[in-house]
Each structure stands twice: as C-alpha cells, then as structure tokens.
C-alpha cells in the first residue's frame, strides 16, 4: 500500500479453510469519515469466502459488515474474501512472514500488548492454533511449493509445477489449499504469489507431559 506504513498484520488459521486478519497501517492523512491517522481491517474467511468484515476503507460503510462490501451486519448474504486474498505490485513485498503456533487467545494478548505499549510491528506474523494443523496445511509438498515461490513475484501455476517437477493438477490443488489457508494470494493477472522473501518459525516444542 503506497505510503502507508504498516503497524501490525495478523494472521491466525483456526481450520485449513478458516482465517481471521487483523491488520493497521498509518497512513499520511485520515481516510474520508475517520478522524485518524489510521487504517484497519477485521475479517473472517471461511472456504474462501468473507463472512465478516470491520473496517474504515473510504469505498466501503465504516461499520461492520457480513458477506458484503456494503450492507450491514445483518445480512446473511457471503462473498468472495476479494482483495484479502489478492495482491496488487503497489502491495509489494515484505522480507519475513513469521509463523507461530499458538492458541488464537494468546495470539492476541501478543497484539494487545504491541498496541499497550505504543509500538509497531511492521512484520507480517501467521499463527496456526496447533502443530496439527500446521504440519497438514504445510504439508512437505506445500512447502516446497512456500519455498519456490518465496521472493519469487506472480508466478502462474504452471510454471509452478514445472520448477517444483510435479504435474498440474496437484499443484493447483495445493496452490488453492494454500490460498483458502490465508497463505497465498492470487495477483491482478490470475497468477499466484507469495509476497514474502523468507519464513521464519518461532515457536518451541516441549516434551509431553
């Protein structure tokens, strides 16, 4: 996002197929009806598809919204997890997504005290609820795929396949498990991209009890 500067992005997969976001930039003026510096977004999406949204976006109402991008919570209609899901080049790249393991709680008791204490965190961090969900979503496969496509822009998916030496098919497959994971995003053009240039993990594993 041109001359934004991003304060937190938090990802946190509850399910192979459902994420919450929450993420805040600064930006250099308020947006129309906002009194503040600030933009933000809160969404759910479920199989690819936005079932809630917060936020104060200029085109859309800057009240809560469900399923669509202009009527009002109480709607019962779903769309499509639109530009959650999709990169733009004015998007650009970050250096790092961390990947954590942690219960969604204290994930945001992380956030929580980020924002008591006044600080930013421009790193994009992603949190899995457990090890078992991590390990099936990033499946040895996908990984590969994660690593291919790590500083590497759009990249169609089959052109994907072919450095990764798999057939078509499978790859789409897992580029689409991927992207209903909140991990990938599909660009402007309909190729896929991974907007990061390395991944970090930082979590521990104890001896079971």
Same mark, same amino acid.
């Given at each position: 996002m041109?001359?934004?500067k991003l304060?937190f992005?938090?990802?946190?997969a509850f @399910?192979?197929?459902?994420?919450?976001?929450?993420v805040?930039w600064?930006v250099?003026?308020?947006?129309?009806g906002?009194? +503040?510096?600030?933009? /933000?977004?809160?969404a759910?999406?479920?199989?690819d598809?936005?079932?809630?949204? /917060?936020d104060?976006?200029?085109?859309?109402?800057? @009240?809560?919204?469900?399923?669509t991008?202009?009527?009002?919570?109480?709607?019962s209609?779903s769309?499509?997890?639109?530009?959650i899901?999709f990169w733009?080049p004015?998007?650009?790249?970050?250096?790092?997504?961390?990947?954590?393991?942690?219960? +969604?709680?204290?994930?945001?008791?992380?956030?929580?005290?980020?924002?008591e204490?006044?600080?930013?965190?421009?790193t994009p961090?992603?949190?899995?609820?457990? /090890?078992?969900l991590? +390990?099936?979503?990033?499946?040895?496969n996908?990984?590969?795929?994660i690593? @291919?496509?790590s500083?590497a822009?759009?990249?169609s998916?089959r052109?994907?396949?072919?450095?990764?030496g798999?057939?078509f098919?499978?790859?789409h497959?897992?580029i689409?498990a991927?992207?209903?994971?909140g991990?990938?995003?599909?660009?402007?053009?309909?190729r896929?991209?991974?907007?990061?240039?390395?991944? +970090?993990?930082?979590?521990?594993?104890?001896?079971?009890?």
């Amino acid at each position: 996002m041109v001359n934004a500067k991003l304060i937190f992005s938090y990802r946190t997969a509850f @399910t192979d197929t459902v994420f919450v976001e929450l993420v805040a930039w600064e930006v250099p003026a308020p947006l129309r009806g906002s009194s +503040h510096r600030y933009k /933000y977004r809160l969404a759910l999406v479920a199989d690819d598809v936005c079932v809630l949204r /917060y936020d104060n976006e200029p085109a859309k109402a800057t @009240t809560g919204m469900l399923g669509t991008r202009s009527t009002a919570m109480t709607s019962s209609t779903s769309t499509s997890s639109g530009e959650i899901s999709f990169w733009k080049p004015e998007d650009g790249f970050s250096k790092t997504l961390v990947i954590s393991v942690m219960s +969604h709680d204290e994930s945001m008791q992380d956030l929580q005290r980020l924002l008591e204490s006044g600080g930013v965190d421009p790193t994009p961090r992603f949190n899995f609820v457990s /090890y078992d969900l991590l +390990h099936r979503i990033l499946a040895p496969n996908r990984m590969a795929i994660i690593q @291919t496509m790590s500083g590497a822009g759009p990249i169609s998916i089959r052109e994907l396949a072919r450095r990764v030496g798999r057939d078509f098919k499978g790859v789409h497959n897992d580029i689409s498990a991927l992207r209903k994971a909140g991990l990938v995003y599909t660009a402007d053009d309909g190729r896929v991209v991974f907007p990061y240039e390395d991944i +970090h993990f930082d979590f521990r594993v104890s001896a079971a009890a």
